[in-house]
């Protein structure tokens, strides 16, 4: 795959992975934490904050991933 098209491809993959992934979390927070403490909420947003950045590290690994060499044809 031409590393352009790899790079697009991640581009959409992240934003779209942000956005549900933000989503995702502000709609369990509702549901979840709405009698919850402030410690509660600052622990929750804390975690759900970094978290996201394990699938993020995901997607950019394979985005910067060489492409494997082609024998001669």
């Known amino acids: 795959m031409p ?4 790079k697009f491809i991640g581009m959409i993959v992240l934003i779209a992975l942000v956005l549900i992934y933000a989503l995702v979390a502000v709609t369990i927070a509702t549901y979840r934490l709405a009698e919850a403490s402030a410690w ?27 492409p494997k060499p082609r024998g001669d044809r």
């Not at 590393?3 to 790899?6: A, G, I």
Request: no cysteine.
């Open 40 to 66: 509660a909420h600052l622990a929750f947003f804390a975690i759900s904050g970094v978290v996201w950045v394990l699938p993020a590290m995901a997607v950019i690994s394979w985005m910067e991933r060489k």
């Open 3 to 6: 590393p352009r098209l790899k």
